[in-house]
Every structure is written in C-alpha cells, then in structure tokens.
C-alpha cells in the first residue's frame, strides 16, 4: 500500500501546534560513589571464605616483547559474605576487576599489598555460593631471575618459559597461590603463528588469527595449584621420543632451534625411569604426555605435570660425550622432578610447613628407583651416606630448623626448602624407619598414603594417620619426635656383663652438640637404636629397642661379654654414636668382614663427630685417613677423605700447609696414578667413579706435582682440540690446570667463554675459571659477577671458588663487601640465603665481628637473609672454636705423619 506523505505531515503539524509545552526535564539524581571498604590484608595466609575452583586463563605471550597480557576468570566458592576478596598477583597492573555473582555484576577495586597479595575492594557484599571473578592484567617478562614468566635468547631467538614454587605464579597472573588451592586450570594462549606452545596438557585446538598470531587451547588439568602451572612459548624443536609408562604416554622433548641431537641419551633412559617409578608405586603415570621442557639452567628445574622441566646441563648433552658424571646427573635429576609426580603432584602438601612431605619423600625415593637403573653406580649407599653426614652438619647448629618447618611469614616459605633438613635430612629419617618396619611395608605404607590422598592434599597428620594405621601409633610417635624437632640425637652405652647373665647396655641420649655451640643439650626423641655386639673370633648379634626416654637398657643375646659393640647397626640410624676411646678401638678392631660397608661408613661418621665435639683430637682422626685412602670401596675412601674438612689451611704456616698438602698427595697419589688421567677400555662405571674421586684429591687438595703437570699438559691439548682428551676427563682437567695455572690459560680459557655459543660449554669454561689463585687473575675473574658481559646466573661459580680457597677467601670477602648491595638486587629472593650462607666459609673472631658489622644492619631488608645470616655467624662461631681446640695437634700430626699403607689394586 501507498503512503500519502502530504496528509501525514499536516496532521504531525496540527498537533505540533495544538499540543501543550512541555515541562523542563528534571534534574536526574547523580549516583553516590560506591563506598569502598578499607583494605584488610591477610598477614600472611589467604582466608578460607573464597576459595577457587576452576580458572580460565587466556594469555598474549610473545616471547620478544617486554610485557605480556592476560584475563583470568576463576570460578570460586563463597562460603560467607564477603566486601573484599584477596588472592594474590605481584608486579602486575589489573586493568579491569569485577566479580559476578548470580544475575548481579560487581566492579571491584583492586589494591595491593606486600609479597603480592591482591585485593578486590566490593561495594556491596558478596553473597555466599557460586561466584566468578574476572581479572583484566599486564605483566612484564623477567630476563635476569628465572622467575615468573621469564625470557632468554638463544641462538638470536628469544623463548619464554616459567618457573613459579614456591610463590612466583602471582607475578605471570593474579590467582590464588597456595599450595592448598588444588583445583583445574583451563589454559588458553595467543602466540605468534609458527612458535611452539605447551602446557600441562594437551592441546585441544589451534585457531589462526589476524596480524599472524594464533590462539593455542589446551584440555581442562588434573587438579594442580598454582606453582605446578607451566608452559613455554617459542621457536622450539620438538624431537619425538617414542612412548613412555604403562599406558604409552607420548614422550617428547622441547629444545631451543637446533639441540634435537644432544637428547639422545635422556630419550633413551627416560623411559625407564617412568616404569621404575611405576613399579615403586604400583601405578601408571598419571598424565597424558610427558613433554620434557628443556630449560636453560639448573634453575627452572621442575616437576610441573605433563611438562617436567630439566635443565639443559643435564639434558643436552652432545653425542660422544655422555660421561658417567652426565648420565649419572641427568638420570637422579630426572628421577626426582617424575617422582615428584607422586610425592607433590597427585599428592600435595596443604601449606607450605609440609613441603617435606614432597621433598623428604622423593629424596628418599631417588635410592630406590636410580639404584635399580644402573646398580654398578652404587647410588642407594651414596646417596645414604652423603644424606645422613649432610644433615647431621646441619642438625649440629643451634639455629638449625625442623623438617617440618614453621611457615608463618613471607620468610618462612622462601626458606622452607632448606637443602639439609627438608631434603638430606628427611630422607635419611625415612631412611631409618625403612630399616625398622622393613622395605615392602614402607613401600606398602606410601602407596597406601598415595592412594588415599590421590589429587588432594595431604598434611603432617595426615601422614602421622598413615603411619599409624599402617605400622603402630607408637611408630608415628616416634616418627613425628624426629620430624618435628631440631637436632639429632646423640646415643652412648655402658656395657654391663655379670656372669650367668646375658651381657646388658645401659643407652643413654641427648642432643648432639659440638664445641662452641650454644644449643642445649637437654633433648629427647623415640630413637630406634639397633646395636650390633660380637666376641673375637665369633658371630655377631644383631638388636633393637626403641630408645624413649633419656636413658634405657638393652639385653644383649649372647652369653659372653661381647669384645666390640656398634651402636650403629646397618648405619641407617639418624644419630651420632658416642664412643670412649676404648669403645672405638674395639670397634676399629673388628674383625674384616664382621661390619658392613655401611657400618663403618657410620662409624667414620661417628668418629667425625667426636672431633667436632671436642672428643677425640683432630689430630688422632686423621691418622684413619691413609687406611680408608687405601680401601677398594669408593664410599669408604670419600667417608675417610671428610675427615680433612676440618683441617683449618687458614690458621696453618706456609710451612705447615705445604707439609699437609704434601701429605694429602702422598696418600692419594699412588692409586691416582696408578688410574692415570683418563679411561681405559673396559672400566666399569665403579672404577671411573673412584679415579675421579681419587684425582680429585690428590690434585686440588694434595697437589701431586706428577698429577698436576700431566692436567696442565692435557688442558692446553683440549683446548687446541676438543677431541684431544677424553670427555670423562676434561671437568676435572681444567680445574687443576687452572689451580696451578697462569695469565695466558687463564686468558684461553676466558676467550673461549666469551665465544662460546652453547651455554654448557660456557658453563664448563667458568667453572675452570674459578680454580685460579693468582690473586691478580681472581681479581679480573671476580670483576665478571659484576660486569655486564656475561649473565650472573652463570658467574656464579666465580664466586662460590674464591670463597672455597684458602688462599682466595680475604680478597672474596673484600669483593663481597664492596659489591653486595648491587648482587643482592639481581639475586631472587630464594638465591639469597645462598648469597648470604657464603660468608660461612670464613674463620675467626675478626672475620665474626666484619660479618656482623658489615651484614647485620642489611639482611633485615631482604627477603629470606635473616636466617642464613644467623647461620653464617654460627658457622664461624664453631670453627673458631674448632680451630682452638685442634690447631695444635694439626701441627704435631704434619709434622710426623704416620706412614701410607700400600695402595689396594684397583683393577
């Protein structure tokens, strides 16, 4: 139908013209600014009211770009009213924050407060129930710490990976970031077309868009927090290495442009390392892949799910030169980062005081699944061996921690993975109620606890619960006294024998405690002691008691008074044995063959701790060295060789540590030359570990001249061609090359630093470095750490070996102190308490006063320094006194020395 357009317009007229005026429009009420509540930070841990349950995280991550983008939307439980919700994001600008909650949208404010907590400020309260926050944010790259979201070049090409335990998430997004907070993540990135992106999980799909990027969209996780979230973005490789586990996961390895060949060897090894772990647990792997994410240093080494990361020192190595020390290195690391797989990732610990559960625990497991890969390595007892001497060091300090640490301040978490208590000392206690229950019921018990707890979360009660149901609650009482408190025990008998009555020993405990420490040494724990008694001539018996009480008594089966007792049975026990000097002797005396490897490995132990007592003379210890010197086990040899750690070159003359130096080579010298240099055909893996051993000694500590100029000689010929020495050689080579070297190898060395383009070469090349004593040259080399020619990831070295040498220690300190406040500001925050424990190494009550002088009035500033401080000063403390008590009787044992028993033929 037509319209008539005439009509309409003069009937819209007439209107317009008859129709009253309108009234003014009136003033429309402006709307109140919402009223914000006033921020209330948690002191430390995020309060339970709103808890996460799933995130969605959509990131822009371009690898050459200072900065990155994101949103996270994460599903949360509220379980009462809330005005402000906090949660955790550090270094980040949130560009938009709201919270929707049913059919009602709330835009928040967001604040911030210290160690990255986030805030979101609400106008109205947050009802209880199901919510959903969104989060609009910028961050930057980190390309100094390896932390957080961080970015390195190789090869021109720069690639983004991530490293977050233990409280890093928060700085590449806002979320949650605690260790209790489980949940699924579904991940989502938009990376440039062509660069490689992974995850924890699968991808789902890749979508093409405009300005050539592209959007990668991964599978929803398996609950995981925060800090086990991990991807990477860039120009990688990705080299197919076939299947892995039980269910034939695929395996692959992601390297910088180029490395696919060096993965060879970790190719071929890890697979079994994921069916050992399997057999140990009774379980298949529990992903769906295992993409190994080869990151550029140690640092960023990780158990993520599905994305373990392994350093390329460890993981690339060239073909050719897959020496024991790098098999070795890459399959105990490897076998740790899976076995975390179930000690961390189907289980973890709730809060950070529990972080033992998941290092404890697999450190402990490591013996158990690397020694069946390769037993000619001899791992188990090793691994034993340097556990219990690592903790019992560390247990010796007054200021030493529990195992179970508390973790009430920002400080506490950084400083809950201490090497010496939450990894060596764990173990070893896990070692020793192994020993007790027996292998197949600890092995039972764990994966009981594993399947109970499978993704949740898991706490010391939890595990206290395990081990009571599973052993006896007396077993979790006994197991709790040693986790929860500091210290070791300390165990000594009195043997009582009457005739017509078993033989008896009266046990007595306390806390070990060496001269010059302030601890007490009013302390007990439920200590299983097992001793081992025997008569000349005759068996030995072996029995047990649980020691709970300050003093006990054990009958001894056997009807004659026993001639020797070892406090120490199988050595698995995690305490010092304190002998007279008649119980020794008795004990030394023991007929060969009577005691086990690991029994007199525990009884050197024991002596090592008589000496740093004040019991027994430095000087009388040290005349076992040339007999362990002499043994055909490697592990008796290192055992016996940590005896001469605590002879202070220092506080020696010239003279007197020219004369112990001579001494040092005169006991090793022999079987090392005998081995020579370099591998022969046919040697076994056991053999290149005691040459290796042995030159160390007789080269670095002992300065064997013959040894010495023959590594002068081959350092020069490596150098000219790096196929002029064997592989198994050339750490160990250049060091003492360097030791003894001059300006023109230490220049050789450093150009070859400067121009080498892969980063382990480079690494090897600093390592060299830092063995030179020439003052003038450790001056330059020092100038490295803090110039900007090369990285101070990889200077590290330079400074730990200044630090180490006798005749370099002065001239670090001084380095140190010039320097510290510009390194302590390119250090992380966990890298600290390293940087911090190096002034340990120092000696006397001048270089106490310098430390506390110069380091008391800044380690309150930074994060995690406090307490190494408090360590450090200890450390000094104790061997000053060390050094009053022992100094004199160095001197009259270098000055007549006993004589060096022949050599044990090594082949």
Known sequence: MRRSFPLLLAL??????????????????????????????????????????????????????????????????????????????????????????????????????????????????????????????????????????????????????????????????????????????????TVKAGHVALANHAIVSKEALPDGLERVTFAESRPMPSYLVAFMVGPFDIVDAGTAGRNSVPLRFIVPKGRGPETAYAASVTPRIVTLLEDFFDQPYPYEKLDVAVVPRYWGTMEHPGLVALGQPLTLIR???????????????????????????????????????????????????????????????????????????????????????????????????????????????????????????????????IRKHAWGVATSEDFATTLSEAASPDVARAFRSFIDQAGAPYITASLQCRPGTPARLKLSQQRYVPAGSTASTAQTWSVPVCVRAGVRGGDSHRVCTLLSEATGELSLPMRDCPSWVLLNADGAGYYRSGYTREQLAQVLAAPPGMLTVEERLSVLADVEGAVRKGDLPLGEALKLVPTTAADKDRTIVQRGAQLLQWVNEDRLSAADRARYRKWVGEVYGPRARELGWEPKPGDSDDLKQTRSRLLELSTLTGEDPTLVREASRLARAWLADRKAVNPEAVPLVLGVAARNGDRALFDALLAGARKAEDRNERARLIAAISNFREPALVREALALVVGNELDIRDTRPLLIGAFSMPETRELAWAFYREHFDALAQKLRSDELAWFIGLVGNLCGEQQLAEVESFLGPRVAKLENAPRALARARESIQLCTESDRLHRQGVQSFLRAPPGVPAPTRTR
């Open 319 to 449: 073909p050719g030169e897959e020496t024991l020390a790098r098999r070795k290195h890459y399959v105990t690391i490897a076998n740790h980062e899976l076995g975390h797989y179930w000690f961390g990732n189907i289980v973890t610990c709730k809060w950070w005081d529990d972080i033992w559960l998941n290092e404890s625990l697999t450190s402990w497991l490591d013996r158990k699944t690397v020694d069946p890969f390769d037993p000619s390595w001899g791992f188990a007892r090793e691994a034993r061996m340097n556990a219990i001497s690592y903790a019992l060091n560390s247990d010796a300090l007054a200021s030493a921690l529990p195992v179970r640490k508390p973790a009430d301040t920002h400080d506490d978490v950084l400083g809950a993975f201490d090497n010496g208590t939450t990894y060596a000392k764990g173990s070893a206690i896990i070692g020793m109620f192994e020993s007790w229950l027996g292998p197949e019921k600890m092995r039972d018990l764990l994966r009981g606890h």
């Open 12 to 189: 819209l007229a007439l209107r317009c013209a008859h129709a009253p005026e309108s009234p003014p429009p009136a003033e429309q009420p402006v709307a109140a600014a919402p009223r914000w509540p006033e921020p209330q930070p948690p002191a430390l841990r995020l309060p339970d009211t709103v808890r996460p349950v799933l995130y969605h995280l959509d990131l822009k991550l371009l690898p050459a770009e200072p900065t990155f983008s994101g949103t996270v939307t994460i599903d949360v439980d509220v379980r009462e009213s809330v005005r402000q919700v906090w949660l955790h994001g550090q270094d980040l600008e949130i560009t938009q924050a709201r919270v929707e909650s049913g059919a009602r949208t709330l835009e928040a404010r967001a604040v911030t407060a210290s160690e990255g907590r986030l805030g979101l400020l609400l106008p109205e309260p947050l009802a209880p129930g199901k919510a959903r926050i969104h989060l609009s944010f910028t961050g930057h790259i980190d390309r100094e710490r390896s932390r957080g979201l961080y970015g390195v070049d190789e090869g021109g090409e720069p690639y983004l990976y991530t490293f977050f335990e233990p409280v890093d998430a928060r700085r590449a997004f806002p979320c949650f970031d605690e260790p209790g907070f489980k949940v699924p993540w579904k991940l989502r990135f």
